[in-house]
């Protein structure tokens, strides 16, 4: 079976830049949970975005290399037609809308499912964020920093993906709060069979999670390999550098 996203080889632009990403190549097997960490600036964001087509947004391009995603190859395609294809991300920051409700939020998520559809898959996020249907009738801005990623993942979700994409998932949440919605994260995985691929800079998270990981440094990936190897290596702390050979916890 192929693998359900690999980049092969992929170099990416910003207009008037130089490289962001240079000659990344990752995996993602079918149901897998890989991290990729790196510090701020080393380009993970720019690889969600050349997957999740929204790099022409950011004014970046892909210089070579290639992106398929269930084997089908997918470089430069649209981000409306990955999200049909299966492909949903939580984005960095989050980018919910606060002033609409909770249910509005994840009724942006649903737009492209068939109308007969949208009540169902709904339900189906509901039960697993009850705290969403709680506050359904909510405005999300008025909601906890947590609570509002928790609405960002379940909008994420929301289309029943093959693959997740989230961002920064622990950014600006206290440590608890972080754990609780990686354990979330984790068993709606185990439920759905849903592939990721984590971006974070708290390493210590991430790789208490995924199954392998990849490091990017500025652009370009320094070491890859099951979690544990990853964690215990001195590559991860060079990727931080200027912390003295602490892998930060909470970056
Ligand atoms: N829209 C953009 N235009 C120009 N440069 C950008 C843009 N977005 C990101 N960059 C640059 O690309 C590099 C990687 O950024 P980014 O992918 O956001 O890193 P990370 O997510 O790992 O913090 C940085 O040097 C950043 O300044
Ligand atoms: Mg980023």
């Known amino acids: 079976m192929a693998a359900m996203l690999e980049v092969e080889g992929l170099s990416v632009g910003y207009a008037r830049k130089g490289l962001a990403l240079d000659d990344v190549s990752l995996v993602v097997p079918t149901g897998g949970i890989v991290a990729l960490l790196g510090a701020n600036g080393a380009g993970k964001t720019t690889l969600i975005r050349t997957i999740t087509g929204l790099l022409p947004m950011h004014n970046g391009r892909v210089a070579q290399g290639r992106v398929r995603f269930a084997g089908v190859d997918i470089t430069g395609m ?3 037609r990955l999200v049909r294809l299966g492909l949903a991300q939580v984005p960095e920051g989050r980018l919910i809308f606060k002033q609409l409700s909770v249910e509005e939020n994840l009724q942006v998520g649903a737009a492209f499912l068939p109308r007969g559809k949208v009540a169902e898959r709904l339900e189906a996020v509901f039960a697993l964020f009850p705290r969403l249907r709680e506050r359904r009738r909510q405005a999300a801005g008025l909601m906890s920093g947590g609570e509002q990623q928790m609405l960002a993942l379940g909008r994420a979700l929301i289309g029943g ?36 691929l984590i971006v974070e800079q708290n390493a210590h998270v991430a790789l208490e999670y995924a199954q392998t990981a990849y490091i990017l440094d500025r ?18 702390a060079d990727a931080y550098l200027g912390l003295a050979g602490e892998v930060p916890a909470d970056v």
């Open 78 to 80: 649209a981000a409306h």
């Open 161 to 196: 993906p093959r693959l997740l994409l989230v961002d920064e998932l622990s950014l600006g949440l206290a440590p608890l709060i972080v754990e609780a919605i990686y354990q979330q994260l984790m068993s709606v995985g185990e439920t759905l069979g849903t592939a990721m």
């Open 219 to 236: 652009g370009r990936i320094a070491m890859s390999g099951d979690a544990a190897t990853v964690g215990a290596s001195s590559a991860i």
